[in-house]
């Protein structure tokens, strides 16, 4: 029987050894769309698992990085239609698991059904939406279910007990756990005490693995927090690597390197 694209995540989160795994966040099409497919490939083959921001207008849950990343990459017509013709394109096959991490209103707006299919055609395996309440997500869940992706949910260290409970349990792929009530790459200093927070998530989710985000910079951080989770997710830090005109692979394998 295939594996289900949800499916993929977890185990490509769960197959990284003797270190977290590591979640790789870059936006589409920043900070030039020539050469998004080459910088994607180049991402993919260095991180466990791939988390491309679909740019918006109104990016809430983000901060000022991945603000100007969105502004920089919309400027340049980037759009879900534009991101996914880009990977009908390509002539590779992608070395990690990929998911959407968008905005609920691109999705409204493209139809969830035509969504669904467009994304497993071209071999998306979920879906991160923080702005989808548990409660309305029902249609985009059943539309992602047909086609076996997933719907990954986000908790925070202000989640309350039942509700925590109700998030891991809907969520598929792997449970992203914010480590700040807060915006990405807002917090100059991770908290210090985090271990009993994701000794609550990991409790709840059970069997989904948990990755830990927001925050994350460097190799330090990601030995700290992911002592704690099964992987770790780094967006700002790689967006202004890429800003920078770097490698993102050398950056990724500086970070995957076990201390």
Known sequence: MPTLPRERIAQAISEATNRPALVAFATAGYPDTNTFLSTLQRIADNADVVELGIPFTDPMADGVT????????????????????????????????????????????FGYRALAERAAKVGVDGFIVPDLPYEESGPLRAALDSHGLALVQLVT???????????????????????????TGGAQQLPTELSSY????????????????FGI??????????????????????????????????????????G
Request: proline share 5%; glycine share 10%.
């Open 157 to 183: 260290p202000a989640t309350p007990a039942e509700r925590l409970q109700q998030l891991c349990g809907a969520s598929r792929g792997f449970v992203y756990a914010v480590t700040v009530t807060g915006i």
């Open 66 to 109: 991945i603000q100007r990343s969105s502004e920089g990459a919309l400027a340049q017509g980037v759009s879900l239609r534009w991101i996914f013709e880009q990977l009908e394109q390509r002539d590779f096959e992608l070395g990690a698991p990929l998911l959407f991490m968008s905005y609920l209103n691109p999705l409204l707006t």
């Open 198 to 213: 994701f000794e609550r998530v990991k409790a709840a989710a059970g069997d989904i693995p948990v990755c830990a985000g």
């Open 217 to 258: 910079r460097n190799h330090d951080d990601v030995a700290r927090i992911g002592a704690n989770v099964d992987g770790v997710i780094v967006g700002s830090a790689l967006v202004e690597v890429l800003e920078q005109g770097q490698d993102p692979g050398s950056f990724l394998q500086q970070l995957r390197t076990p």
